[in-house]
């Protein structure tokens, strides 16, 4: 039943019918404490009302439908709901006949518990329905792609491209509408993502068919390969986004453990080519004794010794994370050693030999681990590959089995499955796991087996097949989600924040067993400071990062060995976790800054790679060395184009408001970046062997633009999520070392340097305009937009004139003093209006920041001397004494586990936690003067309230109902508070990634309480239940734990938006609220 609230249709539907039954079930409760029952007419007339308009449009569709499906499943689904329907009328004539009645008050729960399953199973039906309708539009428009492999000629073409289009257009529009009925977010957003892939490769697709047509000619040559793998990509590339849409199509708000890709293989492969590649440098340090301490190529060492830990921790082995610890421990006590001049010592030549060895053996068990994860994700890969194709196959009751079927799908998942719970390692699987998968592997077997044979002999329509055809369902997607379940058991978080938070946990209590979370995290801090300062050019900055990273890395390994030791809760153990604790937000900020200069520098000119090659592919046919020149070009830009998007990832990790959000279309982005990057080249490759292909010179720049389009994408994404002060402050000091380059350049005549020079100063000029300007564009501040647009104005009308004293000094060949003159003189004003932009705004942030300190202390009382003599008391008649002030309100405390362990109360531990974390991120503020986290501080406690209601059998179905309405009353309180201040803010990045997740809450939040009325309809009496009521009840149980989940986890955001969106707030908004840091 729960497995409903997957559309905001069904749940608006499904929530006035639970809000009926939820009062039925308090008066059972009552009832069965002893009370008379009341007069049930009026709310089991409004039942029963409801029940028969469901059934009135069910019988409907079922004449009109051609879904064969929908016209066999809904006729017992609405008999079932007309027979609770009358259990309510026999529960009310009995009641009304005996106010008394067990056997009335028996039928009214049973009624009761029956009109929300079967609302829930009538809806689902019809739901069911519109998906395959939807996906079956998804697979006529990917069956026809394959179609475009015969077109020859420019007839053909035309008559697919009228084809196509319709069928394309009519496909996303209908999935467009379903993501926005939708309720889990995941899933929408991922569906938006794929109609706007779509739209976006839909014009290439058909340029790249035009291009095989213009080269049929040159069949078996090099342009006609080209274009035909260029048309291939694309065939396949919308396949699989198409493929991609039908399997969250498919899915319910019940799969929650296959929204997330569990094994990133492409940055599990890249974490190991980086090894690779650090180990070679770093191996060439090891073998010099007379390398410095703190090399480059030592720094690479120690990058590899990182990437291994954080394989070893994805593959969940402990063991090799601390082999690779501990040779990091020996490669520091070597540097140490060379650093005081002892590197040829007896102990700096023993700790060489040592580490080389253990190198070549940490080698050899990395490469096994990658090994091993990459067959974990291929098996991954095929069960989500083949899962819509299995669905799709026992939803239609006269699909037969055989090859290139469903039946074969399912056949190959179940082997893939079959053989991870045979070869996964105990310390990811357990061995109750392992059984209940082989098991369920063996159920789904002998079901298909009936199932096939009643298929081939064309009774796929009857009751039992259909049955089958369901509980296989069933079973493959709770496969699906043991499997991604397990698989991402040793995940670790990809942003900053994330990991930071979870360190700090583990930080304040060291002697907590959190599974090696906060380890994990902490050392993947550590390592990812490493890599920014590999990418630093800034020595200084460098050197800072590198240390403190390992004065970090120092005390994380004396704490760990006092946990390993048992002495976690030691006062040294806990004096460490503080001093760490401060240390990595010290490192989190050096490295903050650290890639602000990063992103500064790498994305002054992201196409600089992309115009040579273009330059390369239309080369005149008489120049020289034109196809070795190309190839030239093509190898720097496919290396720009990686380390860009890998650049783009980190920054975009570090982002402090919706990291994981932000980091999820980053990773889209850069995907396309990747994907693209090689279509270039290839499309280049076609117009160097053809230069006289004017339809291939038009496909080469549609990809171009493609590409260009994807990175500006990303360079926005990144400027966005980057602090524009320091961008700014980054940006100003670049400039001022191209400056001093430039200027040393010109007075050795070194024209070719100092124009570069002087290119680069445009170059990071533009990118400041360019940041200034969405600086603008994000703010509602008429007053700063006004300074900031015209000191943009001041630095975009400089540049101009730079250029060309810029060409007036290359044309004297850096000859003439006046030109150069003139070079340093533009210069230095493009410094000085830049210099005015980074003014501009960080004269606004001192602002925000001083509106939002608190009130000055009033000043210290005169002193008795200097006080004038009080003036005389006017007369007055005899008042009463005034009225003594209203005690303060004490403030709800949060439940200790302590005292739950000593009142043997039980607790859902899930949902308690998730109450926990906002409870604690609610502390670190003052609730007097703040009604954002006074509510949400209510809805934390409440939150806990219920997990001992959930977690408790015998609980009182009136406390869990009057519970849920409670917290979906906190709310409504916290989504109307905090929308006010969103809707206040000028930072319009932060509005709306704000409103986004405010939008969340009160679906969540009604979701909440109609899975509370499901639970409470099941309190107590699970022997008087069948075993189909028992299993929607334990379902609808699990989902309203996850849902809780995602209830806490939103109202945490929103109070860490609203906190970023109060300091943007004008004085003169109205919006009064206080943002006070508790001290303790």
């Not at 900031?788 to 004293?805: E, H, Q, W």
């Not at 609808?1036 to 995602?1046: F, G, I």
Request: net charge negative.
């Amino acid at each position: 039943m729960p497995s409903s609230f997957h559309t905001k249709t069904i749940e608006q539907l499904l929530d006035p019918v639970a809000q009926q039954v939820s009062e039925l079930v308090v008066l059972h409760e009552k009832g069965e404490d002893g009370a008379a029952m009341p007069n049930l007419q009026r709310p089991i007339t409004v039942v029963n009302a409801a029940v028969q308009n469901l059934a009135a449009v069910g019988n409907q569709q079922i004449e009109t439908t051609k879904d064969v499906v929908l016209k066999l499943d809904t006729p017992p689904a609405l008999a079932k709901l007309s027979a609770a329907s009358f259990l309510l009328v026999d529960a009310m004539n009995l009641l009304t006949s005996d106010a008394y009645s067990k056997g009335g008050r028996e039928k009214l729960i049973s009624g009761a518990r029956g009109i929300l399953q079967g609302v829930s199973d009538v809806l689902l039906i019809f739901d069911e329905a519109e998906v395959r309708r939807i996906c079956m539009a998804c697979s006529n428009v990917r069956d026809y792609l394959s179609v475009s492999e015969v077109v020859q000629g420019m007839p053909d073409l035309v008559t697919y491209v009228k084809n196509i289009t319709p069928g394309m257009t009519n496909m996303t529009k209908m999935v467009s509408q379903r993501a926005t009925d939708l309720t889990n977010q995941v899933h929408a957003d991922k569906l938006e993502d794929c109609i706007k892939s779509l739209r976006e490769q839909l014009p290439n697709f058909i340029s790249s068919i035009k291009l095989v047509v213009s080269t049929v000619e040159d069949i078996g040559g090099k342009a006609h390969q080209a274009a035909s793998t260029n048309r291939l990509y694309y065939v396949t590339n919308i396949a699989d986004v198409i493929t991609e849409m039908i399997r969250y199509l498919q899915m319910l708000s019940s799969d929650q453990d296959m929204q997330t890709d569990p094994m990133n293989l492409t940055q599990l492969n890249q974490t190991k080519d980086s090894l690779d590649k650090n180990l070679i440098a770093g191996k060439g340090w090891l073998a010099d004794s007379n390398a410095s301490a703190d090399s480059m190529d030592k720094l690479a060492l120690m990058q590899a010794l990182d990437a291994a830990k954080e394989i070893a921790c994805q593959a969940g082995d402990h063991h090799l994370a601390d082999e690779a610890n501990t040779l990091a421990m020996k490669v520091e006590r070597l540097a140490q050693l060379r650093k005081e001049g002892k590197g040829n010592s007896p102990e700096a030549r023993r700790l060489q030999q040592e580490i080389a060895r253990d190198l070549e053996q940490l080698q050899r068990k990395v490469d096994q681990a990658v090994a091993h994860l990459n067959q974990y994700g291929d098996a991954y890969d095929v069960i989500t590959k083949e899962m819509p194709k299995a669905k799709e196959w026992l939803v239609d009751p006269n699909a037969k089995p055989g090859v290139n079927t469903g039946s074969e799908s399912i056949s190959k998942m179940t082997g893939v499955i079959r053989n991870l719970a045979k070869t996964l390692p105990a310390d990811r699987i357990s061995n109750k796991e392992r059984a209940e998968m082989m098991t369920m592997c063996n159920e789904v077997d002998t079901m298909m087996d009936r199932l096939n044979n009643y298929r081939e002999n064309g009774q796929g329509q009857s009751d039992e097949a259909r049955q089958l055809s369901k509980q296989i369902g069933d079973k493959l997607s709770q496969l699906n989600g043991k499997v991604a379940k397990i698989l991402t058991r040793h995940m670790t978080p990809q942003t900053l924040e994330a990991k930071l938070e979870k360190a700090r946990r583990w930080l304040d209590n060291p002697g907590q067993d959190d599974e090696k979370q906060g380890l994990i995290c902490t050392r993947n801090i550590i390592g990812e400071a490493r890599k920014i300062a590999q990418s630093v050019q800034d020595d200084q900055t460098r050197e800072a990062i590198t240390n403190k990273a390992a004065e970090c890395e120092r005390l994380c390994n004396e704490l760990d060995q006092l946990v390993k030791a048992g002495q976690g809760d030691s006062p040294k153990a806990k004096a460490i976790g503080q001093d760490l604790k401060e240390n990595l937000e010290i490192l989190r900020d050096m490295m903050k800054k650290a890639m602000v200069g990063v992103v500064a520098d790498e994305f002054a000119e992201p196409t600089f790679a992309l115009k040579q090659l273009n330059a390369a592919a239309l080369a005149p046919l008489t120049n020289p060395n034109r196809e070795e020149r190309f190839e030239e070009r093509a190898q720097l830009f496919e290396r720009q184009a990686s380390r860009l998007a890998k650049l783009g990832a980190q920054a975009v990790a570090q982002s402090k408001y919706g990291a994981e959000e932000k980091l999820k279309q980053v990773e889209l982005t850069t995907k396309k970046i990747n994907d693209l990057t090689a279509q270039v080249v290839t499309a280049g490759r076609i117009v160097l062997l053809h230069p006289e292909n004017t339809l291939a010179k038009q496909h080469f720049k549609a990809l171009q633009d493609e590409w260009s389009e994807n990175m500006d994408r990303l360079t926005e994404q990144v400027d966005d999520t980057v602090d524009v002060a320091d961008f700014l402050r980054s940006s100003e000091k670049g400039i001022c070392k191209e400056k001093e380059r430039c200027v040393k350049a010109m007075d050795a005549t070194d024209a070719v340097q100092a124009i570069n020079s002087a290119g680069n100063i445009i170059k990071r000029a533009e990118r400041v305009v360019t940041a200034g300007k969405r600086e603008m564009e994000n703010t509602d501040d008429p007053k700063y937009v006004s300074e900031l647009k015209t000191s943009l104005m001041k630095l975009n009308g400089m540049l101009p004139a730079l250029v060309n004293v810029t060409r007036g000094y290359a044309q004297t060949r850096g000859q003439d003093k006046q030109a150069q003159d003139a070079v340093t003189k533009k210069v230095d004003d493009v410094m000085y209006a830049v210099s005015g932009i980074r003014t501009t705004v960080e004269a606004r942030l001192i602002e925000q920041e001083m509106m939002n300190l608190p009130p000055p202390p009033p000043p210290p009382p005169a002193e008795e001397d200097d006080l004038p003599p009080p003036l005389p008391p006017l007369p007055q008649e005899e008042q009463a004494p005034p009225r003594p002030p209203l005690p303060a309100e004490e403030e709800e405390q949060f439940p200790d586990y302590e005292e739950d362990s000593a009142q043997n109360k039980v607790r859902d531990q899930a949902m308690m936690k998730a109450a926990k974390e906002l409870h604690d991120e609610t502390k670190k503020w003052e609730s007097q003067g703040n009604n954002i986290i006074a509510a949400a501080k209510k809805m934390a406690i409440l939150m806990a309230k219920m997990s001992s209601l959930v977690g408790n059998s015998h609980g009182k179905k009136s406390d869990l109902i009057s519970c849920a309405k409670e917290i979906a009353k906190a709310s409504a309180e916290v989504t109307k508070l905090a929308k006010e201040v969103a809707n206040k803010c000028t930072d319009k990045r932060i509005r709306a990634d704000m409103l986004k997740t405010l939008e969340r809450i009160p679906t969540i939040s009604t979701q909440l309480r109609i899975l509370s009325t499901v639970k409470a309809a099941s309190l107590g009496d699970h022997n008087e239940m069948s075993k189909e009521n028992e299993d929607a009840a334990l379902q609808a149980t699990e989902l309203l734990v996850h849902n809780a989940q995602n209830l806490m986890m939103s109202v945490k955001d929103t109070v860490k938006y609203a906190e970023a969106a109060s300091i943007r707030i004008r004085t003169d908004a109205g919006v009064k609220m206080r943002w006070v840091r508790r001290t303790s």
